[in-house]
């Protein structure tokens, strides 16, 4: 493989420490100041704990507008209501993917009160002329999300595509990719990955190696790599045992404005969001 077709690291991000919903203690991995960086990406929080103090509030009603949700869960049972009827129970390996479009308000709360509850939230621009679009909310049991074996890995695809595997989910606009990469022993993955698409790679468990300036650069657990947008390849190595997501994504390339929970492009639109929702035109 030729060394400079390789996506390599840019820079690794530690996340934040904080608590959201009703006190739920999570990393905030992608934060504000990286949202034009990242680009359609907005937001991605990690949680994980086998203290149900950390998670047992959870997340009550709440609204948004003008972006997607993600939830994918690695453990543990949540449960999804909105007020636009949807309701569904995420469980180990399953995936919500909810569009916010226009605004509507939903909860996500534990239904376990002890054990293990670990995953991730990641919120995914809307380009400009479907930010108030029709709400809409699709749910993916474990045994709905393909997945790839290779030699000493397996790949769970929840967006985009992997060896001509195609992920349950597929945005025209955000062209997004997500894979869960399972290193059940150390070995090399590599996947086609343009240039134009913003990506990252979030190392969950264990450790991982991305080509860097000065050859391979470690990777551990609770850190994010910025791939350059340069090449054309992602090139990983994972050591036995090691657990990581991959995304990437189309940037949209269009001004970001948020306030909480509503992202928009222009401050008169927030303004509006945030009278639609104190009128409850999104309960």
């Not at 493989?1 to 959201?20: F, H, K, N, P, Y």
């Not at 239904?111 to 930010?131: C, D, I, T, Y």
Request: charged share 20%; glycine share 10%.
């Amino acid at each position: 493989m030729r060394e400079s077709s390789l996506r390599t690291l840019e820079r690794l991000v530690t996340g934040q420490a904080t608590q959201d919903g009703a006190g739920v203690r999570l990393t905030r991995v992608l934060t504000h100041d990286l949202q034009q960086r990242l680009d359609p990406f907005l937001m991605l929080d990690a949680f994980g704990s086998d203290d149900p103090d950390d998670y047992i509030a959870g997340f009550p009603d709440h609204p948004h507008r003008g972006f997607e949700t993600i939830t994918y869960m690695i453990a543990g049972r949540m449960r999804h209501r909105d007020s636009r009827g949807h309701e569904g129970l995420l469980e180990s390996g399953g995936v919500q993917w909810m569009t916010a479009g226009r605004g509507l308000t939903h909860s996500e709360m534990p239904e376990q009160a002890h054990g293990v509850m670990a995953g991730f939230q990641l919120w995914l621009n809307l380009p400009s002329h479907l930010k108030l679009c029709e709400p809409g909310y699709q749910d993916f049991r474990a045994d709905q999300i393909p997945r790839v074996t290779m030699p000493g890995l397996e790949v769970r695809v929840i967006a985009g595509q992997c060896q001509q595997v195609t992920g349950p989910i597929v945005r025209a606009q955000t062209q997004p990719l997500f894979l869960d990469l399972h290193f059940e022993q150390a070995c090399d993955f590599s996947l086609p990955l343009p240039a134009r698409l913003n990506a990252f790679v979030y190392v969950y468990q264990g450790q991982v190696q991305v080509p860097g300036s000065q050859g391979l650069q470690n990777v551990g657990p609770e850190r994010m790599a910025i791939l350059r947008n340069e090449g054309d390849t992602l090139a990983l190595h994972g050591q036995a045992g090691a657990r990581a997501i991959v995304l990437a994504g189309q940037p949209l390339d269009e001004p970001i404005a948020q306030y909480g929970p509503f992202v928009m492009n222009t401050r008169q639109e927030l303004m509006q969001a945030v009278e639609d929702f104190r009128a409850g035109r999104m309960a």
